[in-house]
């Protein structure tokens, strides 16, 4: 399938460059990408104790019986995603 992606102009020259140093194409390098990047995505992230996955792979809260989530907790799941 052919498809348009609109990339910047610094990002493509260091992606061609890159392919080309690898003795490869611009777009087997960017197909082998998505694999890659596809693939991680798929991966189900590990829960911690205070959250589970969901059907999709998404980390979630475990719902308990306090009504509050914890300073502590939430600043835990935020360095945990570099936010």
Known sequence: MKTTVEIPDA????AKSYAAQQGTTFKKLLIASLQSSLQSASTPVPAASHSEVDSEGWP?????TRKKVPDSVIRGLREEEGV
Not at 11 to 14: A, K, N
Not at 60 to 64: A, N, W
């Open 11 to 14: 990002l493509h020259r260091r």
């Open 60 to 64: 979630v809260l475990k719902r308990t």
